[in-house]
């Protein structure tokens, strides 16, 4: 090839050269965009199933009627907060007590023959979302099953646990009626007519375990309940495997514990006391 062509050729090669790393360079711009937006949705949908994720945990916890916890995570939260309680006696100085609440609304199905179904199921639904706002953010509120509740303290003792159960009684009795027929007059002293049941068992003294201590509060419910209800009383002495060294032989009384008072039933006459730090 002659000296001029050569130089020719060249110059088309030189010339050709930014045009081709040009259309690289915008070919890798391009290509860099379309997967910045499919990571873009790649992490949009991975926000997305997070949410359908806590969603349905939520939904597979929560009671549909009353809106409060289930009793499958009733189940779990207890086996935790007795763990907690075995891991912390085992590690710290001091006991961490943890008290269980049973409660029974008495008179719901006077309210249903009352009033229908529908109806007091919505007062049902209120009276629990009122009651789980008497108790700590720590505390756990579901529904044990038709108008029973179950109510988790922990770190409570017997004396603490005796004032939640003051307040929810007074609750209960001054539960007003809500929800109205139209062309109902309304009367804002009108009351729901229901009370509270309430028993109480205590980790260790009433029960190692959670079946053992559900059976205690359960015990201390069907008293509370022959009494008439509108009162609490803690776990009677039943079950050997249940009672602990300090479990009392007087029917219907809780021996003391070092340096502590005797804690005796009785029924809820007063309002609620000031929630503060609980013994």
Not at 141 to 163: H, I, K, N, S
């Amino acid at each position: 090839m002659s000296t001029p062509l050569l130089l020719q050729a060249l110059a088309v090669l030189g010339a050709a050269a930014p045009v081709a790393a040009g259309v690289t360079v915008l070919r890798r711009r391009r290509a860099g965009a379309g997967q910045g937006g499919r990571e873009a949705e790649l992490l949009a949908k991975i926000a997305e199933l997070a949410a359908e994720r806590d969603e349905l945990r939520r939904t597979a916890s929560c009671d549909p009627l009353t809106g409060v916890w289930n009793y499958r995570h009733l189940q779990l939260t207890l086996d935790q907060e007795i763990e907690r309680a075995r891991r912390a006696e085992a590690t710290a100085a001091e006991p961490r007590p943890l008290s269980v609440l049973m409660v029974e609304l008495v008179g719901f199905d006077g309210l249903v023959a009352e009033h229908g179904r529908s109806r007091a199921n919505g007062m049902l639904r209120d009276l629990a979302q009122r009651l789980a706002v008497e108790i700590r953010s720590c505390d756990t509120l579901g529904r044990y099953g038709g108008e029973e509740f179950l109510v988790l303290l922990p770190d409570t003792a017997p004396e603490g646990a005796a004032q939640v159960a003051e307040r929810l009684c007074w609750s209960v009795r001054r539960h007003r009626l809500t929800d109205r027929h139209p062309g109902e007059p309304a009367d804002p002293e009108a009351r729901s007519g229901l009370t509270a049941a309430i028993g109480l068992a205590v980790l260790p003294r009433d029960g190692a375990h959670a079946a053992v201590l559900l059976r205690a509060a359960d015990r201390a419910l069907a008293e509370a309940r022959a009494a008439g209800g509108d009162c609490w009383r803690p776990a009677p002495p039943g079950e050997p495997a249940s009672g602990g060294p300090g479990a009392s032989s007087v029917p219907g009384k809780v021996s003391p514990g070092p340096g502590e008072d005797s804690l005796t039933p009785h029924a809820t006459t007063v309002g609620p006391r000031p929630t503060g730090d609980r013994p």
